[in-house]
């Protein structure tokens, strides 16, 4: 893993999801007339920051602590335990000077907007892109030592059907509604025969150890082009032919096929490919190259960076259904609504002991290396993964936990209900101790990353 590709990812992902979450507090706080002191994205803790520039009564800043940030608004309780503003008679610009329902909003602000960020991540895709749409006749490449392996699957695999309903794609196959459900099996074709499979109950823990899902579509090694003066087309190996076999090994997928030369840098390798002359109306497949290709076994070098110059020509049949605007957004807010109920009932698990805490929840260390992961598989990998995290952190936030948002909004609505305000010393004190367990509970999550890195 690049350390410092896993580090700017990681950075990037903080910066657009703080930003939006802190910009939820901000402009609802402003849109009641409350002074905002300070919109910090990261912490300036013992003043240190990169940035900062005052514009009115605000003070914006970069903080040098990529960790978080904050808005602090006049006469508020919160993770800056200011108490200066106590001594003093509410001001009309002050949050605390202000009606309950209006508070609500400010603390339900930043949440909301992690929402709509992922939402419009989602509508933004399905606009552009379509939804996709995987034939599940593409059969499947099962990593080795993943869950799915050990469930039964192996790569050729054709999906039939998800807990005993017809999946029509790969896309409905891995839906995570089915990873978080009280029980899944799978009905897959092998030979002709029809095997039924059942994951482990724990299935969110157990993938969350691999960091992947260790099962997609099949991606034939189909070459689109072999590049000038390197080791591929200096062997003879063309554009248009397959690879079968490296070193006397069969490959069926792309991604073995570039794991295995990458491990053999400066070492010479036995390619063996299939390969048929192209011809007018021919549509040449990889079924067609492996049942009437003519056979060619050649000795290739890669370089010292462990490639011979070839590209993949993409070949799995995915189907990608344009959406009307409309169509677009109802689609995307579906999205947006299925991962919250799947990372509630995540959470749940997790709280009831059915899903190891340890293996299912990740800190820095392991956001930073799927971060980079995301990225390195495209644009539109690296968007879904913010899309997950701004969900995921909106969950989070809303949670009933002191120093949280979902904290402060329970003290403000008990507040609402008795009419009256709870003593300062005793928010306070509260807030303290949501601070306290909060820093625990974070270094608690860095060290389970750094003992499992």
Do not use: C
């Not at 409350?34 to 920051?49: A, P, T």
């Not at 508020?76 to 609500?104: C, G, H, I, Y």
């Not at 799947?342 to 899903?355: L, S, W």
């Amino acid at each position: 893993m690049d350390v410092l590709s896993s580090i700017f990812f990681f950075i990037v992902a903080i910066f657009i999801l703080v930003t939006a979450h802190e910009l939820g507090h901000f402009l609802t706080a402003k849109l009641f007339g409350m002074r905002v002191d300070k919109f910090y994205i990261g912490f300036d803790f013992w003043e240190k920051r990169l940035w900062r520039k005052t514009i009115g009564d605000t003070e914006y800043g970069i903080g040098v602590f990529p960790l978080g940030g904050y808005v602090k608004i006049a006469g508020m309780v919160d993770e800056s335990l200011d108490t200066n503003f106590q001594s003093t008679e509410p001001q009309p610009w002050e949050f605390r000077a202000k009606p309950v329902w209006q508070r609500l909003i400010v603390l339900a602000g930043g949440v909301t907007m992690n929402f709509i960020l992922a939402a419009a991540i989602f509508i933004g895709i399905t606009l552009v892109l379509g939804e996709a749409r995987t034939s599940v006749n593409t059969p499947a490449f099962v990593e080795k030592g993943s869950v799915f392996e050990r469930m039964g699957i192996k790569t050729g695999d054709r999906l039939q059907l998800a807990n005993g309903k017809v999946i029509q794609s790969w896309e409905e196959a891995l839906d995570p509604e089915l990873m978080i459900a009280p029980s899944l099996n799978y009905t897959i074709l092998r030979d002709g025969k029809s095997i039924i499979v059942t994951a482990p109950a724990n299935v969110l823990s157990k993938i969350n150890e691999t960091e992947s899902l260790g099962i997609r579509p099949i991606v034939p090694p189909l070459i689109d082009e072999a590049l000038e003066n390197m080791p591929a087309r200096k062997a003879g190996i063309k554009s248009g032919g397959l690879i079968s076999a490296i070193n006397g090994r069969a490959v069926s997928d792309w991604k073995e096929v570039v794991g295995i030369i990458s491990s053999h840098a400066a070492k010479p390798i036995t390619i063996t490919w299939q390969y048929l002359e192209p011809l007018p109306g021919r549509n040449i497949t990889p079924e067609l190259l492996r049942s009437a290709g003519k056979t060619f076994v050649v000795t290739v070098v890669p370089n010292a960076s462990g490639k011979i110059g070839i590209s993949l020509k993409q070949n799995v049949a995915k189907e990608r259904r344009k959406l009307t605007i409309a169509g677009s957004i109802v689609s995307g807010f579906n999205q947006t609504w299925k991962m919250s109920s799947m990372t509630v009932q995540g959470f749940a698990k997790i709280f009831t002991g059915k899903e190891d805490f340890r293996k299912s929840v990740g800190g820095p260390i392991k956001i930073a290396k799927i971060a980079s992961q995301s990225a390195e598989q495209g644009p539109v990998s690296f968007l879904y993964f913010l899309a997950m995290l701004s969900v995921s952190l909106a969950i989070i936030n809303i949670l009933p936990v002191p120093a949280l948002d979902g904290g402060q909004f329970v003290l403000n609505a008990f507040e609402g209900l008795i009419r009256r305000d709870i003593p300062f010393e005793i928010k306070m004190r509260i807030q303290q101790i949501g601070m306290a367990l909060l820093m625990a509970l974070f270094a608690y999550i860095l060290l389970n990353d750094i003992f499992n890195f």
